[in-house]
C-alpha cells in the first residue's frame, strides 16, 4: 500500500569534511529527484535516498596594512 512520507534532515549527523548537508537525492549522483527537509512524498517502494552535499565556502579575512 502507498504512504505518505516525511522526508527528514541529516538526523543521524553524517558528515563529509569541508561540505555542508543540503538534501537527499534518489540517485547518488543527483541526478533522480530531490527532497529537502520536511517535503512529503507518496512512496510505493523500497526508496534508498543519498545525502547531497554543498562544497563549504572559505571566509577569507585581510588584516589592515
Excluded: C, H, R
Excluded at 8 to 16: I, R, V, Y
Aim: net charge positive; no cysteine; glycine share 10%.
Amino acid at each position: 500500500e502507498d504512504d505518505s512520507v516525511t522526508v527528514l534532515g541529516n538526523t543521524g549527523n553524517l558528515a563529509k569534511s569541508g561540505y555542508n548537508f543540503v538534501k537527499w537525492n534518489t540517485q547518488a549522483g543527483g541526478a533522480g529527484t530531490d527532497y529537502n527537509p520536511a517535503d512529503t512524498f507518496v512512496i510505493s517502494e523500497n526508496t534508498t535516498l543519498y545525502a547531497q552535499w554543498s562544497k563549504k565556502k572559505k571566509l577569507m579575512v585581510k588584516k589592515g596594512v
